[in-house]
């Protein structure tokens, strides 16, 4: 079991950055793969970020190559999102997620989710 904890949201403005962390519990963080995610008002759920179990692999929407970085600290139990250059269209809840079987962009493999944590980014 992962209990999932998101923090570091705010309202910042267009071209600013803004680092997302996700705190997990739980003695196994280091065998998850974990995965941001967000959801703006009245759309789905959508994929931001991965990265694999030790960091070896990540993978990023492509909505958001190049300005964003995932990261993670297995000895911290944390992984991060450092977001750059931030659009209005990236206004929404960000999601911290785990599953442990598998490397992907797909929510609903997912298995631990976070509360989430609202980034807004004024024009």
């Known amino acids: 079991q992962v209990q999932l904890v998101e923090s570091g949201g705010g309202l910042v403005q267009t071209g600013d950055s803004l680092i997302l962390s996700c705190a997990a519990s739980?003695?196994?963080?280091?065998?998850?793969?974990m995965g941001w995610f967000r959801q703006a008002p009245g759309k789905e759920r959508e994929f931001v970020a991965a990265i694999s179990w030790n960091g070896g692999m990540t993978r990023y929407a492509d909505s958001v190559k190049g300005r964003f970085t995932i990261s993670r600290d297995n000895a911290k139990n944390t992984v991060d999102l450092r977001m750059n250059s931030l659009k209005p269209e990236d206004t929404a809840v960000y999601f911290c997620?785990?599953?442990?079987?598998?490397?992907?962009?797909?929510?609903?493999?997912?298995?631990?989710w976070g509360q989430g944590t609202q980034v807004t980014v004024s024009s």
């Open positions: 997620a785990a599953n442990l079987v598998v490397f992907t962009r797909v929510a609903r493999e997912y298995d631990y």
């Open positions: 739980g003695r196994t963080f280091s065998s998850y793969t």
